[in-house]
């Protein structure tokens, strides 16, 4: 029988297996930078929007409440619709306040409340004046008028 020779160690630096697991580990260690970079910067973008979405929605809020008169006591609008009508029709008067703790509206049989918008069905028989009057908890007061003109 023929001897076999014996086979020679191969240096681990001839070893292809160990230069293809080095090569893809760091393959995988780019990929998962890149995925953990694009990650963070999206968060950073995302809290960006958030912040700006906040700030339009602050500001939107404050424009609001300006509208709606703010800390101070108003008659936002007081109107009637028509303002001018036949002997026996209706009219609607609308009003609308802001921080009032009562709304007096005369001459009204019927009970009103403070609210930003409401109306009232009124049918006057003459020519009328109807006054709204709004007070706060602290007693001030406000006052505004209008005519109904009844032909």
């Known amino acids: 029988m023929l001897a076999q020779p014996d086979p020679q160690k191969k240096s681990a630096f001839k070893n292809a297996f160990l230069y293809s697991w080095a090569a893809l580990s760091l393959a995988a260690l ?7 970079s694009r990650w963070q910067e999206n968060r950073g973008f995302e809290k960006r929007a958030k912040e700006e979405r906040t ?5 939107l809020d404050r424009v609001a409440l300006e509208q709606l008169g703010g800390k101070e006591l108003a008659i936002q609008n007081f ?5 001018e ?13 802001a921080n009032a703790k009562t709304v007096k509206l005369e001459p009204q049989r019927h009970p009103v ?3 930003y918008s409401r109306c009232v069905e009124v ?3 003459k020519s009328t004046t109807y006054t709204l009057t709004i007070a706060d908890a602290a ?5 505004q008028s209008l005519d109904v003109k009844v032909r």
């Open 123 to 125: 049918t006057p028989t």
């Open 139 to 143: 007693g001030n007061t406000r006052t």
């Open 30 to 36: 780019v990929v998962c930078w890149i995925v953990f």
């Open 85 to 97: 009508i036949r002997r026996g029709e209706s009219v609607q008067l609308c009003y609308g306040v």
């Open 113 to 115: 409340w403070p609210s």
């Open 55 to 59: 700030q339009k929605q602050q500001e």
């Open 79 to 83: 109107y009637a619709s028509p303002g």
